[in-house]
């Protein structure tokens, strides 16, 4: 049974915010903000990287056309210059797209990755000034084909992280499954949502284990059974995206378990999580190994994942890790607005060597930017 007071928070009452007493927390500065984005700008090549470089610049930039921030499906006319970074990187990757090929851009071997852009080419369809123009919402039902009709599964339906075997990544769960989410959302089409949540459902099933934490990659003809904690940080970002899309759909009403259950699935890993942060407020790279060393993207992430859960369901116990993470992320950025002591975000297990950056890490300093912006912001209204 599911409880019927995380029904009454999901359906939109009002929280109480009491932040238990922590250190205290002042936001990131404009220009550091504005040299960690241009930064991100210029090395975000990859798929997966250009895609939460997108879903970085909605919520950072235009807050009220992302999942977290308005109903869905979102105005289909938006005013001059409105959200125009994200609609014209957009275009640009589909003008670029081979005709031939379903997948919106090249994902290096990933089948989740190229829909990580997913989300900005529906949203650029959306609010497209041409209506006669299809070339977005073919693109996209592309996409979508690819990931439901010919992507690999396991047996009972979880979709492959990989193309050329089964293989299942703790980061597919930020990439496909909010893309197929907003695709129902825009649709109203129940199938989709329930099937975004499936496959949230199904990747815990082989990735989660008794510690509340998350294996980095199962199956396939090899495995990372660490709990890395970028995996663990895409999972739980992912989820909540999920999440927030049904929640602000149409067909919310028609999905209460599913969101009880994201709901509580996101905050297995939140709290899990932070049992190991360290004293100066940074998890390591293998979350629950003294061995490994210090990751300020995961920790980035996963302070956003829990600023945004505060704002959502008024549950402010980890908001003390939260800010705490916060104030490293802030001591961890250079002059140059570049994310220092990060992972390699290529190899998963070294850090990132000296001169050079992780995309994603600068992605995540801006997103964690966003939801403490939030979750300030309903603080001191009272409300979500």
């Not at 005013?79 to 609609?87: F, L, P, R």
């Amino acid at each position: 049974m599911v409880n019927s007071a995380v029904f009454t928070v999901l359906l939109g009452c009002t929280a109480a915010y009491a932040a238990p007493a922590s250190q205290s927390v002042t936001s990131l500065g404009d220009a550091t903000i504005a040299k960690v984005k241009a930064n991100l700008l210029q090395i975000a090549t990859h798929s997966w990287e250009i895609g939460t470089a997108l879903e970085t610049l909605t919520e950072l930039e235009w807050p009220s056309l992302s999942v977290f921030g308005g109903s869905l499906p979102p105005p289909s006319k938006l005013s001059s210059g409105t959200a125009k970074d994200v609609t014209d990187w957009a275009t640009r990757i589909v003008k670029a797209k081979d005709p031939s090929s379903l997948p919106l851009i090249d994902g290096d071997g990933a089948v989740g990755d190229p829909a990580s852009i997913g989300v900005a080419v529906l949203l650029t369809n959306w609010t497209r000034t041409d209506r006669s123009d299809q070339e977005f919402s073919t693109a996209a039902a592309g996409q979508l084909q690819y990931l439901l009709d010919v992507a690999p599964k396991t047996s009972d339906g979880a979709i492959s992280h990989r193309a050329d075997q089964v293989q299942l990544w703790a980061d597919f769960v930020y990439m496909a499954p909010p893309f197929i989410a907003y695709y129902g959302a825009l649709q109203k089409d129940l199938n989709l949502l329930q099937t975004a949540y499936q496959q949230c459902k199904l990747y815990r099933q082989y990735l989660s284990d008794s510690s509340g934490l998350w294996k980095h990659i199962v199956l396939g003809d090899w495995q990372d059974n660490h709990h890395w904690g970028t995996g663990n940080a895409w999972a739980a970002a992912g989820m909540l995206r999920v999440l927030e899309t049904i929640r602000h759909s149409k067909l919310s009403s028609q999905m209460l378990v599913e969101q009880a259950d994201l709901t509580s699935w996101i905050n297995e890993i939140v709290s899990s999580s932070w049992k190991y942060q360290h004293t100066n407020g940074t998890l390591f790279n293998y979350i629950d190994e003294s061995t490994s060393f210090a990751d300020s993207s995961s920790t980035a992430l996963l302070a956003a994942v829990t600023y945004r859960m505060a704002t959502l369901t008024g549950d402010v116990s980890h908001i003390s890790a939260a800010n705490k993470a916060y104030n490293l992320i802030k001591a961890s950025l250079d002059s140059d607005g570049w994310l220092l002591n990060t992972v390699d975000p290529e190899t998963f297990n070294t850090p990132s060597q000296p001169g050079t950056h992780s995309p994603e890490g600068q992605a995540f300093v801006l997103l964690l930017q966003s939801a403490f912006r939030d979750y300030k912001k309903a603080s001191v209204s009272g409300r979500k």
